[in-house]
């Protein structure tokens, strides 16, 4: 390798917010908590926070490493390599799952009578070209739409509230049935999704130019991501009510449907549009790219037949890893956490921070 | 040589995306509707739709010979399936996004409206951002086929006319399909619609005659509340008990309500402001409930013969405010109480200071809030007269 793309910590940062809120602040997280939704993704946060710590632990061990290499380099060739593939089509997956998420959600709302591969098609071309540029450019664009995301996000409660909407009695009461329904949302379902899912950026903490700061940016991206979605989703709740919201496809479309003033700024179902496919756009490139830079890492294959493959491959896969909505989400919360997101994103890891700890002792006797 | 040749035909394959959206839909093939009304039909329902006659509302071309709007009508098992048979009668294919007014039968609102809830969330053409009115004594298919004055657009008259009976007169309550979905699903509070009615003939409201004479024969009216059960229409309130209901939730933003002078005669007040605080509690193991409602405004008209400029009688009629005003609310309170319908959220309340206690009390709710203790306080505050102090009459006769 002749020189090491490198991005910056802001950067990362921005690329690591969007991912988190990515599908997330659309789709609506932890609403089977009922009004306590917001409580559910406080605490997946925490715990996502302390996951954090794992995967930086693994980190600080190889800094100089990809995920992929470092994880020969620890556990062996052999089992190192087969780890890494199995990662790979994690990644793959999920970057399928999420473009399906987009597609659906795009095709209902917006565009009913576009078969959905047209959608996913040209949101996977642009992920392809953002792949193909590489993780200076992802970073870079990253920083600009983080500006542009927060801005639009900023815009929401600005006008809820400008148009009277919220409404606090509706997050009352404060845990009706007890803890349980919260928890049971939080552990797995919000923990791994969104916070969890930063295990992808595994893969790139080695581009990051100040190699120390890893630990601080990533624990300030998923506060700040878990702070924004606790926070939209309550207002979200605020505004239309817990029923409506826990059956809503797509809430933060609903409750800016609502934002009327003085008859004028109106009709703002767009914003959550934008919303979607900028973070969309992010969370779909960042897991494709994650998974393109393993492949890179463990076969010896030209860039560019590896970005065609596995462009196919997530995009192939998009349409046909459910047939219709319904069994596309029952999948999404009840098996993907349990034998997906558990195993990757907090089962191996730890194991690793185990085998890792367990290898240092030795190594200072 | 190669890389021009792959320019051009990068160039001549982008320009395949130029040609617009996949599903387009030019404006002159839309019939954009404002309202929709729904009747029971049979087995199924009949949708009518009010579709806006573009030309003819235009400022310059209108001529003025046309009705502004043209009224289809089709019916079918669902609403869904009746919408899209109007494709039969109408050129255009029939847009929702602009709805502003949804008028539902009485027949229809008696039988239930939990499945045209339904199919209003479901279809993402609709927006939430129109109301929900419920017809009294007439289809709601002659709602929506009167022409109207003022307004072209009958729906727009209807939603205008609700936003601002509701500013200024409120017994009314717009009511929208969020707040109408929470109130149904909920255990603790039942939906209200405001009605509608007709006052003259339909059929002679629906041609452009009828608009050309200054007191219209036909005309829609705004009406009094409609109480439901869950999903069912079970009552009407009447006038005085609406705005009993509405001052009960807090929804008055102004009204006239007139008051018995202590010493004879007849003063209105204009009422400006109020704050309604709703508190529910269970006491000795039943569930009690306490509205307190403070209230602000000026006289606006006086036939009394109490001496205005008095500080003890602006206070004695402020008395005889929160009299009335608090026997209109036991009025709606008690007419809910007979229908036995929650239309307060008094239950709601309570589930929201007492989870545990409502846990018991939501099976056997309705039951429950027939013989609730509602206690009603009311504080009212005069703060002006007026440009004058005493009326005239009062002045001359003191001479």
Redesign the interface.
């Known amino acids: 390798m002749t020189h090491k793309p490198k991005i910056t910590s802001s950067q990362l940062f921005s690329l690591m917010v969007l991912f988190e809120l990515g599908s997330a602040i659309v789709i609506g997280v932890g609403t089977k908590a009922k009004q306590d939704a917001w409580l559910a993704i406080l605490l997946g946060m925490v715990g996502g926070s302390f996951l954090f710590l794992s995967y930086h632990y693994i980190y600080k061990n190889y800094p100089e490493l990809s995920f992929s290499i470092l994880l020969q380099r620890s556990l062996g060739k052999i089992p190192g390599k087969a780890l890494a593939l199995l990662y790979i089509f994690y990644f793959m997956y999920i970057a399928a799952r999420v473009l399906r998420d987009f597609g659906e959600l795009l095709v209902?709302?917006?565009?009913?009578?576009?078969p959905i591969a047209?959608a996913n098609l040209f949101i996977m071309l642009v992920v392809a070209y953002g792949s193909y540029l590489g993780i200076e450019v992802l970073g870079r664009s990253g920083e600009i739409f983080f500006v542009v995301f927060m801005f639009l996000g900023f815009l929401f409660p600005l006008l809820a509230f400008a148009a009277g909407l919220p409404k606090g009695?509706n997050l009352?009461?404060i845990?009706?049935?007890g803890w349980k329904p919260v928890l049971t949302t939080a552990f797995p379902v919000t923990l791994t999704f969104p916070f969890g899912e930063t295990v992808v950026f595994m893969m790139f903490f080695s581009n990051l130019g100040s190699p120390g700061k890893v630990l601080k940016v990533g624990e300030a991206a998923i506060m700040l991501s878990g702070l924004i979605l606790s926070s939209i989703i309550a207002l979200n709740i605020s505004?239309?009510?817990p029923?409506?919201i826990e059956?809503a496809t797509f809430p933060l479309l609903?409750s800016l449907?609502?934002v009327?003033i003085g008859n004028f700024i109106?009709?703002l179902?767009s914003i959550a549009i934008t919303l979607l496919i900028v973070g969309g756009f992010f969370k779909i490139a960042v897991f494709t790219f994650a998974a393109i830079c393993g492949m890179q890492d463990i076969l010896n294959i030209k860039k560019r037949f590896i970005i065609i493959f596995v462009g196919i491959t997530v995009f192939v896969a998009s349409l046909n890893i459910a047939s219709n909505v319904p069994e596309h989400l029952e999948i999404g919360l009840k098996l993907v956490p349990i034998y997906l997101h558990l195993p990757f994103q907090i089962g191996i890891p730890l194991i690793l921070c185990i085998i890792i700890m367990i290898r240092n002792r030795f190594a200072k006797k | 040589m190669k890389k021009g040749m792959a320019l051009i035909i990068t160039l001549i394959m982008l320009t395949n995306f130029l040609t617009g959206?996949?599903?387009k839909r030019e404006l002159n093939e839309l019939a954009i509707a404002s309202a929709i009304g729904i009747d029971k039909s049979g087995d199924g329902y009949q949708v009518t739709v009010e579709v806006i006659n573009p030309s003819e509302i235009s400022a310059e071309k209108g001529t003025g010979q046309r009705s502004p709007v043209v009224i289809f009508s089709a019916t079918g098992k669902t609403v869904f399936e009746a919408l899209r048979r109007i494709t039969l009668e109408s050129p255009r294919r029939v847009y929702l996004s602009h709805i502003r007014v949804v008028v539902l039968g009485e027949e229809l609102a008696r039988d239930g409206i939990a499945k045209i809830i339904d199919f209003l969330?479901r279809d993402?053409?609709f927006?939430?951002?129109f109301y929900i009115l419920a017809a009294k004594n007439t289809k709601a298919e002659s709602v929506l086929k009167v022409l109207t004055q003022l307004e072209k657009i009958p729906a727009n008259k209807i939603a205008q006319g609700l936003e601002i009976s509701e500013k200024s007169w409120s017994s009314t309550h717009a009511v929208?399909l969020?707040e109408l979905?929470?109130d149904f699903?909920?255990d603790g509070k039942n939906p209200v619609l405001t009605g509608i009615t007709l006052s003259g003939n339909a059929d002679t409201g629906m041609t452009l005659e009828n608009l050309k004479s200054s007191k219209l024969s036909s005309i829609q009216r705004i009406g009094n509340l409609a109480v439901f059960k869950k999903d069912r229409l079970v009552g009407w309130l009447s006038e005085e008990e609406s705005l009993g209901y509405n001052y009960v939730m807090g929804n008055v933003k102004s009204t006239i309500t007139t008051v018995e002078c202590p010493g004879g005669g007849k003063l209105s007040v204009e009422v400006l402001r109020t704050k309604s605080n709703i508190k529910g509690k269970i006491e000795n193991g039943k569930p009690k409930a306490k509205v307190e409602l403070s209230m602000e405004g000026n006289i606006g008209e006086s036939e009394c013969d109490l001496d205005l400029t008095k500080p003890e009688n602006i206070r004695q009629i402020e008395d005889a405010l929160e009299e009335v005003v608090k026997e209109k609310k036991k009025l709606a309170i008690g007419k809910a109480q007979n229908l036995g319908s929650d239309i307060f959220g008094f239950g709601e309340t309570i589930?929201?200071?007492n989870?545990k206690a409502w846990k018991e009390l939501k099976e056997k709710w309705n039951e429950e809030f027939e013989r609730l203790s509602v206690d009603v306080s009311v504080d009212a505050k005069i703060r002006r007269t007026g440009t004058i102090t005493n009326s005239p009459e009062q002045t001359k006769s003191k001479k």
């Open positions: 209902t709302t917006a565009l009913p009578e576009t047209a009695e009352l009461p845990l009706e049935q505004i239309l009510g029923t409506i059956n609903k449907g609502k009327s109106q009709r179902d | 959206c996949w599903s969330s993402s053409e927006r939430i951002d929208k969020d979905t929470n699903t909920s589930r929201r200071e989870p």
